[in-house]
Antibody, heavy 124, light 111 residues
C-alpha cells in the first residue's frame, strides 16, 4: 500500500525550532516529488513547497520562501519540514503530499497521496 | 490570498445536482494547465476526487465529474448524498507563482 506517514502533533513556544517528518512507503521514494501543504484552523489549503528526493531539487512558494526549509533523506524515505524560529501564526495542520504520477514537472500533477497531517501549535 | 476563486458554500437536497465553480486567470486555468479537485471530509486529510480536469481516480463514484472551459473549471455532484457533505478545493498550476495553487474552497451542505 502506498502511504505517507507523518510525525505526531507538536506543541511549541514562539522562537523555538521544529522539524516534522513524512515517511513514504510502498513506492519508489526517489522518483516522486513530495510537497507540503498548510491548513490553518478553519481555513483553506496552501502549497508551501516541494522536493524531489532523487536529487534534492527543492522549490518553494513565494509565500513560504525563507520561512521554512524542506529536505529529504532518501536513505530512509523521509521528507522533512523545518522551522528555525516558530511564530504563533505557524499554528496549523501540515500535510505532506505525493503526486499521482512520477515524471511530471513539479506542481502540475494532482496530489494523490496525502499524509494524515501533523498539527503544530505554537503558543506561549 | 488564493488566485483561484470558489463560492464559499453551495447546498442541495439529497438526490439533487450541485456544481462548484473555480475561477482563475490567464496565468493558471486559462493558460491550459490542468485542474484537479479534492474532497475534505470533516477532520480528515483531503482526498483526490478529479485529476486532469475530468478524470476520476479508481474508487471515486461517477456521481462526481469535472469540466474546464476558458479560465474556469467546474465540479458537478449528481445524486447528492449526505456523505458528500464536505469541503471541496480546486487546484491548478500558476505560471506567475511558478507552483501549484489551491482554490478558496467550497463547503457543500446537504439539506
Amino acid at each position: 500500500e502506498v502511504q505517507l506517514v507523518q510525525s505526531g502533533a507538536e506543541v511549541k513556544k514562539p522562537g523555538e525550532s521544529l522539524k516534522i517528518s513524512c515517511k513514504g512507503s510502498g513506492y519508489s521514494f526517489t522518483t516522486y516529488w513530495i510537497g507540503w501543504v498548510r491548513q490553518m484552523p478553519g481555513k483553506g489549503l496552501e502549497w508551501m513547497g516541494i522536493i524531489y528526493p532523487g536529487d534534492s531539487d527543492t522549490r518553494y512558494s513565494p509565500s513560504f520562501q525563507g520561512q521554512v526549509t524542506i529536505s529529504a533523506d532518501k536513505s530512509i524515505s523521509t521528507a522533512y519540514l523545518q522551522w528555525t524560529s516558530l511564530k504563533a501564526s505557524d499554528s496549523a495542520k501540515y500535510y505532506c503530499v505525493r503526486p499521482l504520477r512520477s515524471g511530471y514537472s513539479y506542481g502540475h500533477d494532482a496530489f494523490h497521496i496525502w499524509g494524515q497531517g501533523t498539527m503544530v501549535t505554537v503558543s506561549s | 490570498q488564493s488566485v483561484l476563486t470558489q463560492p464559499p458554500s453551495v447546498s442541495g437536497a439529497p438526490g439533487q445536482r450541485v456544481t462548484i465553480s473555480c475561477t482563475g486567470s490567464s496565468s493558471n486555468i486559462g493558460a491550459g494547465y490542468d485542474v484537479h479537485w479534492y474532497q475534505q471530509l470533516p477532520g480528515t486529510a483531503p482526498k483526490l476526487l478529479i485529476y486532469g480536469n475530468s478524470n476520476r481516480p479508481s474508487g471515486v463514484p461517477d456521481r462526481f465529474s469535472g469540466s474546464k472551459s476558458g479560465t474556469s473549471a467546474s465540479l458537478a455532484i449528481t445524486g447528492l448524498q449526505a456523505e458528500d457533505e464536505a469541503d471541496y478545493y480546486c487546484q491548478s498550476y500558476d505560471s506567475s507563482l511558478s507552483g501549484p495553487v489551491f482554490g478558496t474552497g467550497t463547503k457543500v451542505t446537504v439539506l
